[in-house]
Nanobody
Framework: QVQLVESGGGLVQAGGSLRLSCAAS????????MGWYRQVPGKQRELVTT???????NYADAVKGRFTISRDNAKNTVYLQMNSLKPEDTAVYYC?????????WGQGTQVTVSS
């Protein structure tokens, strides 16, 4: 089984920056994609960004140019650098690992951006 541990969430002023980390451990085999999703109460969880084992990235239009995803394959860790944060970025952010056809999720970390 896979365990995901997230860190780095918190409160930040609009225009500020925040960096999230997610470390994956457990029975991880083969190629995998890691990423970040976010969810606001009453709304569906949405894609923020993903990165493949080869380094290919994908970003939601709402965060392009502001967020950057990166990974350390040796440590099975993914990072999310968030710059120029906006109040609409406020959400619970979830780490995700896709491996061997299965999705695994972290517990979520709250990011709040004040105006």
């Amino acid at each position: 089984q896979v365990q995901l541990v997230e860190s780095g969430g918190g409160l930040v002023q609009a225009g500020g920056s925040l960096r999230l980390s997610c470390a994956a451990s457990g029975s991880i085999f083969g190629m995998k994609t890691m990423g970040w999703y976010r969810q606001v109460p009453g709304k569906q969880r949405e894609l923020v960004t993903t990165i493949t084992s080869g380094g290919t990235t994908n970003y939601a239009d709402a965060v392009k140019g502001r967020f950057t995803i990166s990974r350390d394959n040796a440590k099975n860790t993914v990072y999310l650098q968030m710059n120029s944060l906006k109040p609409e970025d406020t959400a619970v952010y979830y780490c995700n690992v896709y491996v061997l056809g299965l999705n695994y999720w972290g517990q979520g970390t709250q990011v709040t951006v004040s105006s």
